[in-house]
C-alpha cells in the first residue's frame, strides 16, 4: 500500500470513528426521557413497589391506568411525569421494601409505602429527601376503656410487622402484648374481629379506620418521623433526579394540591398529619 493511499484511509478511519462517537453521544443523551442515566429496572419506566392496601397514602384502584390511588401513588405519577417516564406500580410485602430486598432483587426501582427514613434502613437502602411528617397514634373501638398507652398493660395490641410503629409499641407499651401482623388489612380485621383490642401505627390510616363511626383515636405520638421514597443502594443518580423532582413540586405548589386533597379536613391542612412506619 503506497503511503498516500495508507494516509486517505487513516483520514476515513478517524472521521468514522469521530462520527460513531458523535452518534453514541445521541442516543445516550435522553437520561431524562429514557431514563439511560438512572438505572431503570426497565428502560422508559419507572416501576415503583408499594404495599398495598394502606390508605390513604396507597390502595387499589381498578378504575385507574395503574391500578392504584393515594398520595403515594400521586407523588411517584408526578416523579415520572417529571423525568417523562412511564409508571408501573407493583403490589409488595412492606418487609421486602424497607429491608431492600425488593430493591436490590431488582424488582422495582423505588419504594413508595409511607417508608419513615431511619438509620437501620439506610444500611440497605438509599432514601430521597422526606416528603411527608409523620407521627404514630392509638385507635380503640369507641366503647373501649382504653384511654392512653398507659391502659394498654394486659391489652392485645396490634401492629405491623417491622415497622417503627412496632418499635414504637415495644418501647412505651411494655405491659402490653403486642400482636404483629403483616398488613393493616390484617390489623384492622383484627380490630373488629376483637381479637386484639388497639392498633398502634400511622395517624392517617389510623383516621381512615375512624370514618366508619365505630372507631377512634385516643392518642397521638410525635416521633419526629419522615417518610421517604427509598431507592437502591448507590443508585445516586435516581436518587437526585427524584429529590430534584421533590423540589420542583414543592416550588410550583403541587405538593401542596397533593397533600390538601388527601389530609385536608375542613380546610385544616395541619389536622391529618402523620405517622411513619
Not at 470513528?17 to 453514541?24: D, E, I, Q, V
Not at 397514602?57 to 378504575?63: A, G, V
Not at 418501647?171 to 402490653?176: G, I, L, S, V, Y
Not at 388527601?262 to 395541619?270: C, P
Request: one cysteine or more.
Amino acid at each position: 500500500m503506497n503511503t498516500r493511499s495508507f494516509q486517505a484511509l487513516s483520514i476515513a478511519a478517524v472521521l468514522a470513528l469521530g462520527l460513531s462517537a458523535c452518534g453514541s453521544d445521541s442516543e445516550e443523551s435522553p437520561d431524562a426521557a429514557g431514563g439511560s442515566d438512572l438505572n431503570l429496572v426497565t428502560d422508559g419506566t419507572l416501576t415503583v413497589c408499594s404495599d398495598v392496601p394502606y390508605p390513604p397514602f396507597e390502595d387499589f384502584d381498578t378504575s385507574s391506568e395503574s391500578g392504584f390511588k393515594g398520595f403515594d401513588i400521586d407523588i411517584v405519577q408526578e416523579i415520572a411525569d417529571g423525568l417523562e417516564l412511564e409508571l408501573a406500580v407493583k403490589d409488595s410485602s412492606f418487609d421486602a421494601l424497607q429491608s431492600g430486598l425488593a430493591l436490590n432483587a431488582g424488582d422495582c426501582d423505588m419504594a413508595a409505602s409511607a417508608m419513615t427514613i431511619n438509620e437501620e434502613r439506610k444500611k440497605s437502602i438509599d432514601f430521597s429527601d422526606g416528603y411527608y411528617d409523620s407521627k404514630q397514634s392509638l385507635l380503640v373501638p369507641t366503647d373501649s376503656d382504653i384511654k392512653t398507652i398507659a391502659d394498654l398493660a394486659g391489652k392485645k395490641v396490634g401492629v405491623q410487622a417491622t415497622t417503627t410503629g412496632e418499635a414504637y409499641a415495644k418501647e412505651n407499651a411494655t405491659d402490653a402484648e403486642l400482636i404483629s401482623l403483616p398488613s393493616d388489612a390484617e390489623m384492622f380485621q383484627s380490630l373488629q374481629a376483637g381479637t386484639v383490642d388497639a392498633l398502634l401505627q400511622d395517624l392517617p390510616v389510623n383516621l381512615e379506620h375512624t370514618k366508619s363511626g365505630d372507631f377512634t383515636i385516643v392518642e397521638e405520638y410525635s416521633t419526629d418521623e419522615q417518610y421517604g421514597l427509598a431507592m437502591k443502594k448507590g443508585n445516586t443518580a435516581l436518587v437526585d433526579a427524584v429529590n430534584a423532582e421533590l423540589a420542583e413540586m414543592r416550588d410550583n405548589g403541587t405538593y401542596d394540591e397533593l397533600y390538601a386533597k388527601y389530609f385536608t379536613e375542613g380546610g385544616d391542612a395541619d389536622s391529618a398529619t402523620s405517622t411513619g412506619r
